[in-house]
């Protein structure tokens, strides 16, 4: 995907989350985001959608065996957290000395 048509999102790898959809939903507790596939519009949060996934022996792991790790889920699933407000929030864009800045809608305070 071009840069042009890249989609831009409110939410960076290191912010806290909320999951607002799915089998880990849980509007009370954050949390963080490794990963965001931008182009697949997904991320992976931090014990969120655990796959288990049966690996036999190889050179690289000798022992093989259950290896549990996240899998992505759809970036419309989960919203940022606002720690002033201790709520989920939505964010708005604004722009400082030319540089864009997220600001929470809920407290105002810049995420």
Do not use: C
Not at 67 to 78: M, T
Request: proline share 5%.
């Amino acid at each position: 995907m071009s840069n042009r048509f890249r989609p831009k999102y409110n939410i960076k790898k290191g912010d806290q989350v909320v999951v607002i959809a799915g089998a880990d939903k849980d509007r009370s507790k954050p949390r963080l985001v490794k990963e965001v596939l931008v182009d697949e519009g997904k991320v992976v949060v931090e014990g969120v959608n655990i796959k288990t996934r049966h690996t036999k022996p190889s050179a690289q792991n000798t022992r093989g065996g259950i290896i549990k790790k996240e899998a992505p889920i759809h970036i419309s699933n989960v919203m940022l957290w606002d720690p002033k407000a201790k709520a989920p929030t939505r964010v708005k864009r604004v722009r400082e000395n030319g540089k864009t800045a997220r600001v929470s809608k809920k407290s105002g305070e810049k995420l």
